[in-house]
Every structure is written in C-alpha cells, then in structure tokens.
C-alpha cells in the first residue's frame, strides 16, 4: 500500500469537511493508495515540512508557493479555476474616485502576508509611482499624510494565514464606512461577496489590478511520478461528478468550478508577486 500525505492550513471550520469529502472520495477511487491529510496553524510550518519532505503535497497559498519555490525545487500541479485570474480591488465609500484622488489620502492594507490585501496592492501602488507614508494604526485618527503622498495603514490580523480568513479585509472596509480610512484594498473574490451579500452598499469600487494566481498544490519535484499522476487525476475526475451532493457541497466550501492543471500560462500569474514579494523582502519563510 503507498501513501499521499496532504497539508493544509486550518484557517476556517470548513477545512475539516472539505477535506474529508477529499480524503473519503478518494480512497475510494484510488487503488492500493490511501490518502490523507494534515491540517496546519500557519503556512509557515506547512512549507517547512512540504521542503523538509514531512508531506507530499501542500494547498499553498501564492505566498507559501513562491517561499517553498526559494527554498527547494517544487513543482505547482493543480489549482482551482477560480485561483486564476484573481485580482485586488481597491474600493471607497465616496471620497476617491480614481487612483490620483488617493494623494494625502489614508489607504489601508490588509495582513501582511496576503496577496491579494497587501503584497500586491502595494505593488501596484509603488509600480504607479505614488510615494507612500506607512504609519502604524495607532496613528489612524492623529496621522497627517503629506498632500503628495499616500498614507498606508497596515490591519495585520491572522498573520501565518496570508489572508485566507479574510479579516484584515473587513476590517479595512469597516473603517471605510466608518470614515476613519478613505480608501483601502481588497481581494477580487471579497469584492463579489460584498456585491451578493449587499453588506457595504455605498462602497464603490475604483480600481482593479492585473490579473495574478492564487493557489496550487505544490509537490517537491523528487515526488513519485505515479502518486502525483494518481492524486490530479483522482482530483480532476470529481469536475465530472458535481450532480454529486458530497462533492458539489466541497467545491462550494472550497470555492471552485473545477480543478486544472498549472500550466504555462497559470505559472505565469506567479511573476509579478514574486517580483513584489522580493521588493518588499518576504521571500524568507520564516517560521511562526
């Protein structure tokens, strides 16, 4: 009997069901392999043991991708549909309307260690060439943000979870209404959920970045050919079976319409958050 160890990271009560419907379906689809799973409190610890070779296979976020890459010879080999195409929104209540209005304005971030809230917002910013004030948030109320600068205000909350649990992105959109930030970033899919739910009805959005990935299974590259085979076809084969309740509810919890393969192009989505992460020096895994 062969083994598929899978890590994940336990950033909401859904983790456990998703992954038990994955580890029930597929022992039994796979023959003589059994797989199972190993739920982590920070990426951190779970790229230390994708590389340290503890776990086969990691759900990375971008972020622990890229860290694991700088680390050993690892290899994306699935992700969802919807971690293509991802992209961060910047969105106000009623005081911007376009990128130029944010001077002398207070912009906030959210965790530092996610993509989408803050990596790639700031990116976006300093490939804009705005020069930025970063204060820290005791300040909010009292910080006097130059008239040709942007005043950046960081809500680091469940830092280790690169922003999966989507707080420090309510937060933000918190202080928008409440006046207290005039602007602030958010991720693409928190975008939509704010539209469907209705819950922030005078938030406007007035700037969408480039399109970049989001997750992926990574694998170290020495990783057996044929358990690699075996786990991406036992994962593609459930976009076939949405008229089934148990996989159906997981690709709801989980996000996605179906499973693909990393390719070429949607490796490509990594290279602009590489490039952003060494600017800003977050390349090191360092371990919570």
């Not at 022992?27 to 003589?32: A, F, M, P, S, V």
């Not at 803050?118 to 060439?129: E, K, R, S, T, V």
């Not at 319409?257 to 949607?266: Q, R, S, Y």
């Not at 490039?275 to 800003?280: D, G, I, L, R, T």
Request: aromatic residues 10%; hydrophobic residues 40%; charged residues 25%.
């Amino acid at each position: 009997m062969k083994y598929i160890l899978v890590g994940a990271v336990a950033y909401a009560p859904q983790i456990v069901p998703i992954w038990d419907i994955i580890r029930e379906y597929a022992n039994d689809y796979l023959k003589d392999i059994r797989l199972d799973y190993v739920l982590f409190s920070n990426y951190e610890r779970q790229v230390q043991w994708l590389v340290e070779g503890k776990i086969d296979i990691a759900w990375n976020t971008n972020v622990a991708y890229i860290r694991a890459s700088a680390e050993a010879g690892v290899e994306a080999i699935l992700m969802r549909d919807t971690d293509i195409g991802f992209k961060s929104v910047f969105v106000s209540k009623d005081k911007v309307q376009s990128l130029k209005d944010l001077k002398g304005k207070k912009f906030g971030l959210g965790s530092l260690d996610s993509a989408q809230a803050a990596i790639m917002p700031l990116f976006y910013l300093q490939q804009n060439g705005f020069k930025l004030q970063e204060f820290p948030l005791p300040l909010l109320d009292t910080a006097k943000v130059e008239n040709d600068s942007i005043g950046i205000f960081r809500f680091n909350s469940d830092v280790g979870k690169h922003g999966d649990t989507g707080k420090s992105e309510f937060e933000v959109l918190d202080k928008i209404i409440s006046g207290e930030l005039d602007a602030g970033a958010i991720g693409s899919t928190t975008w939509m959920r704010v539209l469907q739910e209705g819950n922030y009805p005078q938030m406007t959005n007035f700037y969408t970045s480039p399109d970049y990935c989001h997750c992926n299974f990574t694998t170290l590259k020495g990783f057996d050919s044929t358990l690699k085979k075996s786990f991406i076809t036992m994962m593609q084969s459930q976009n076939h079976l949405k008229d089934n309740p148990q996989i159906a509810h997981m690709m709801s919890l989980e996000g996605l319409n179906n499973w693909v393969l990393c390719d070429e192009k949607a490796l490509r989505g990594y290279k602009e958050i590489i490039q952003a992460m060494k600017e800003q020096r977050l390349m090191e895994n360092i371990i919570a």
